[in-house]
T-cell receptor, first 115, second 112 residues
Framework: GAGVSQSPSNKVTEKGKDVELRCDPI?????LYWYRQSLGQGLEFLIY????????KSGLPSDRFSAERTGGSVSTLTIQRTQQEDSAVYLC?????????????FGPGTRLTVL | GDSVTQMEGPVTLSEEAFLTINCTYT??????LFWYVQYPGEGLQLLLK?????DKGSNKGFEATYRKETTSFHLEKGSVQVSDSAVYFC???????????FGKGTKLSVKP
């Protein structure tokens, strides 16, 4: 079956522009996670969805970041007024139910470069 | 808050050598523990996991045992291959949101 897919795979943008990153989770997975991987910060958690709901947005680095999920499936992560420190690989993962024992399956990531 | 500490790399070994990558954690409650691997040019994938104390996770010749008394989950393999060259991440899930908390990763290079 299909795994988690993300688009675009690479995005180069200019400082100050807005970007949208997309994640298609594994069909039937109710839990969806966004993480960011950067050299300086390692792998850090951004936000979690159970269904269409994100109960806690405190992991988002700033109010320039927002995310939504529709139809219990596709999710988009939007970064407004991008800054150079936003450059990173953005990873999406999904799991069956969001329980502690559930395996999270990762997508290939979107590499974002802010010039 | 919850955290994971793993040995810093890089680690360079010869083929067929024994591998240990140390991982310790801090968490309230009873977290689930994971090892993820990232091969060059590829995405993160689960290597093994353990969800309760004394459980042993194993896959592809790798093993790790959930030790609550020492809050550890060390990764071991008896005989590494060149194809095991990758970055290995120890992680836990402990909080209410079910998100992974990762260690900083250990880069392993295996020479023929």
């Amino acid at each position: 079956g299909a795994g988690v897919s993300q688009s675009p795979s690479n995005k180069v943008t200019e400082k100050g522009k807005d970007v949208e990153l997309r994640c298609d989770p594994i069909s039937g997975h109710t839990a969806l996670y966004w993480y960011r991987q950067s050299l300086g910060q390692g792998l850090e958690f951004l936000i979690y969805f159970q269904g269409n709901s994100a109960p806690d947005k405190s992991g988002l680095p700033s109010d320039r970041f927002s995310a939504e999920r529709t139809g219990g499936s596709v999710s988009t992560l939007t970064i407004q007024r991008t800054q150079q420190e936003d450059s990173a690989v953005y990873l999406c993962a999904s799991s069956l139910g969001g329980f502690r024992a559930d395996t999270q399956y990762f997508g290939p990531g979107t590499r974002l470069t802010v010039l | 808050g919850d955290s994971v500490t793993q040995m810093e790399g890089p680690v360079t070994l010869s083929e067929e050598a024994f591998l240990t990558i140390n991982c310790t954690y801090t968490a309230t409650g009873y977290p689930s523990l994971f090892w993820y691997v990232q091969y060059p040019g590829e995405g993160l994938q689960l290597l093994l996991k353990a969800t309760k104390a004394d459980d042993k996770g194993s896959n592809k010749g790798f093993e790790a045992t959930y030790r609550k008394e020492t809050t550890s989950f060390h990764l071991e393999k008896g005989s590494v291959q060149v194809s095991d060259s990758a970055v290995y991440f120890c992680a836990l899930i402990g909080g209410s949101q079910g998100n992974l908390i990762f260690g900083k990763g250990t880069k392993l290079s295996v020479k023929p």
